[in-house]
């Protein structure tokens, strides 16, 4: 399929690009570093080997998420979309921004994201699950009630909120001690991002904001393949509630509220899945580059048995409605 759109694919800035260094062996990382500092070469090579027209970029991660010090990620994240706004403003026909949002204070992510989005034309944000606020033992997550003007802005400016993984800290790790394999993209980015997910739904966050849009990657994060036991069991209504205060079944938030990617999960029996249980329109397509090869993205999605209806949708015209794209 060719003009496809690609909305989990990612950059790095001076400030973050040590942070993806230990997702990659030593004969690697070289090779990944550049494709993360890259936007303008090889990118739009593989782009237009790979049919994708248009890509939506963010910054890596945790990056603004791991910095302790609030003033430091704020001044951090303003660079880094900066250096990404410069970068799109030189071929806006194929790249548009997420803003990456210092999360350790609310009112600065707020006015972050009001510049990015009303002054430089950014398409949303992309935040990389918790934030560690002055200690790196914190996790905060963004139910809490401080955060709430914050997404009392997001839905004013009617943009959609990407919630992208992170691992887990030390301290909640003694599940996976020593099978250092669980983590990352394996099994503990999507256990993370999922909780957090449905922490949100839970907190009530759709009652009170509405028209708000969160999109979760990797088919869902988890939450696609539970989300009936979840909603079975955690519910107001539900078997058991213990404090739930959203007013609706969660499926009925997360087929409302949440749209799912491709990225990094080029599985057409969990993609169809994605399709039946919350509409083919809440689906995109995403390769998750450079941590995945666009190329194995695209070829898997273009080949994927579904009709051709849906895989326009999915590659293409569900981001462009979503995010108001020409």
């Known amino acids: 399929m060719k003009n496809k759109i690609a909305l989990e694919e990612h950059f790095a800035s001076p400030d973050t690009i040590g942070d993806s260094e230990h997702y990659f062996t030593t004969d690697i990382w070289p090779k990944k570093r550049k494709q ?79 510049r990015t989005v009303s002054e430089m034309g950014f398409k949303g944000a992309l935040v990389n699950g918790f934030s560690q606020i002055g200690s790196e033992d914190n996790a905060t997550y963004l139910d809490l ?108 938030y997360f087929r409302k509220h949440f749209h799912v990617t491709t990225s990094g999960n080029f599985r057409t029996i969990a993609m169809r899945n994605a399709m039946e249980e919350i509409g083919t329109d809440r689906v995109l397509f995403s390769s998750d580059y450079p941590f995945e090869d666009m190329e194995e993205a695209a070829a898997w999605f273009d080949q994927a048995e579904i009709n051709e209806n849906d895989r326009e949708k999915i590659g293409r015209e569900n981001a462009r409605r979503l995010f108001k794209l020409r």
């Open 145 to 252: 009630p401080q955060y709430w003007p914050f997404w009392a802005a997001v839905e004013q400016l009617d943009v959609p909120f990407y919630l992208h993984p992170r691992n887990p800290l030390p301290a909640q790790m003694a599940g996976i001690d020593g099978h250092p394999w669980l983590m990352g993209p394996a099994w503990e980015f999507s256990r993370e991002t999922g909780m957090h997910a449905l922490r949100l739904i839970g907190s009530g966050l759709f009652d009170e904001y509405p028209k708000l849009q969160v999109i979760l990657g990797h088919l869902g994060e988890f939450v696609q393949n539970n989300i009936w036991r979840t909603s079975h069991w955690a519910s107001a209504t539900g078997k058991n509630p213990l404090g739930v205060k959203a007013k609706l079944p969660f499926i009925d």
């Open 36 to 114: 993360l500092l890259d936007i303008q070469e090889e990118r739009i090579e593989r782009m237009d080997a790979c049919g994708i027209e248009y890509s939506i970029l963010s910054l890596n991660a945790p990056a603004i998420q791991g910095i302790t010090d609030p003033k430091r990620a704020i001044d951090v994240a303003r660079r880094a979309n900066d250096l990404l706004a410069e970068q799109v403003a030189r071929r806006p026909d194929r790249f548009g921004a997420f803003a990456a949002l210092p999360m350790q204070d609310p009112e600065a992510a707020t006015r972050e994201l009001q």
